[in-house]
Every structure is written in C-alpha cells, then in structure tokens.
C-alpha cells in the first residue's frame, strides 16, 4: 500500500540540520525540475511584486519570502517534522513505526515534487497552484517530470491529495481517492456534503489508523474493509473511498 499526501501550508519555522542537498532526496530522477523550480522561485522573490506572484497573504509575506530566500543555505529537517497542518495532526508520525510509515507514504509538493518522510529539506512556502515566471504554473512543469520520475511498484495506491497536488501524478494502475462527506438527516432525508477542514483531519486519522494496524490491503475491496474494521464509515463508489461522517 502506498498513501500519497499533500503537503500542509503550516510548516515547522526551522530546521536544525545541514543544508539542502538535492542529491540525497528521495526519487533523485526529479532532481532537475527542483532545480528549475528552485531557480525560478528564487527570482520570483526578487521581484517587487512577488508577494503577489506567490499568493502570500500581507501578514506573512516577510517571513514567507525570507524563508523561501534562504532556500539552499537554511538547515534542514525531516519530512516528517516539517508538515504541522490539520492532516499531520492527525496522522500523529511520531506515534506510528518510523520505517512502515516511510516505506509507504508519499509527500507531494509546489517545490520538491514528490517526497519521502525521512527526506531533508528547509521550511519553505510554494503552492502547487502558483504560475512562476517564466515556467508558468507547476502542476504544467510537474506532470512530465512525475511520469517519468516517480515508480512506487506494486501496491494499492491511497490517494488523499488535495486537486493540484492529485492532477500532477495519476498511478499507472488503479488507485483508490479517499473522499469525506458529512451527512445529515434534513427532514427525514439523509443529505451529504463535502467537507473542507474535517476532511483533512478524517484523512489523516484514517492513513494513521493503517499504519498503525499494519494493514496492506490489495484490492479497493480489502480498502474498504480495512478501514471499516477500524472504526470508520465508508463505503465504495467506483474508484473512490467515501467516507461519511455523520453530524
């Protein structure tokens, strides 16, 4: 099994490790698109307007800018450490088996592609979504680098990225994208929404409750009864997992 998470914009502030290295991250064939991007986000944040090239808000725009300056010489720290956000509250890494989660889960990002849990890297801020002058937007530099580049090999393939970081890569087979729903009963009707904030949390405790279980599931099927068994409510729609909170 191989989960594959978006990043979080809420980041750890600083590492406590030695420079970037490109050459020991993880899926090294991605290399020269973080260069490009690399090169490209640097003198995007020379420029008099680059707050608004890379969609900083006012209040951060300082801190996000010297962070992103300070790209090759900041010290470093784990995957694993640097992704604070709802999802990574939830999926709680420090409590789960370091080697089964970083076998198994894949971290997509604006800047670094896709990543490993024990990949070093500086705290840094880029969204998928962002056009770069002259590149243009990243999810159009991604895609051919991700279909030449990433190779997870066997395996059912979790999908629970968010849609810019889930239209850069598509799995060669089939994968299964875990959807959450919140469902309500409005005059004796059952009525399902989508959910934005839960479903990050729900995503996240789902990938946790997996790892923690040892689960390997094979098939969408095992998927399903998998996470059942662990507590949630779930249910298959094609290629998608639906899991139904209820208020």
């Known amino acids: 099994m191989h989960i594959l998470l978006p990043p979080s914009e809420k980041k750890a502030t600083a590492g406590d490790g030695p420079p970037l290295d490109l050459g ?21 944040c020379e420029r008099d307007d680059a707050a608004d090239v890379l969609g900083f808000p006012a209040g ?14 900041a010290p470093t720290l784990p995957v694993a ?7 990574y509250d939830n999926l709680n890494l420090p409590s789960l088996d370091e080697r089964a989660a970083a076998d198994r889960i894949v971290v997509f990002s604006g800047l670094w592609g896709a990543l490993r849990l024990t990949d070093r890297i500086p705290p840094y801020r880029l969204a998928m979504a962002v056009s770069l002058p002259p590149r243009g937007r ?4 991604w895609r051919p680098a991700m279909r030449d580049a990433l190779r997870l090999g066997d395996g059912l393939v979790v999908d629970m990225r968010s849609g810019p970081y889930a239209s850069v890569w598509k799995a060669p087979r089939p994968a299964v994208a875990v959807r959450v729903f919140r469902e309500r009963i409005i005059g004796g009707v059952p009525e399902r929404s989508v959910v934005s904030h839960m479903a990050k949390a729900t995503r996240g405790e789902i990938a946790h409750d997996l790892l923690a279980a040892g689960a390997d599931p094979r098939t969408p099927e095992e998927l399903l009864k998998a996470v059942v068994d662990l507590g949630h409510t779930a249910e298959l729609n094609g290629t998608s997992l639906d899991v139904v909170l209820h208020a």
Do not use: H, I
Not at 138 to 141: C, H, I, K, R
């Open 60 to 73: 951060q725009k300082d801190d996000a800018l010297a962070r992103n300056r300070a790209l090759r010489t």
């Open 81 to 87: 450490r640097l992704y604070t956000g709802v999802l």
């Open 24 to 44: 020991s991250l993880s899926f090294p064939d991605l290399n020269p698109a973080r260069e490009r991007v690399l090169t490209a986000l640097g003198e995007a």
């Open 138 to 141: 990243l999810g159009a530099l």
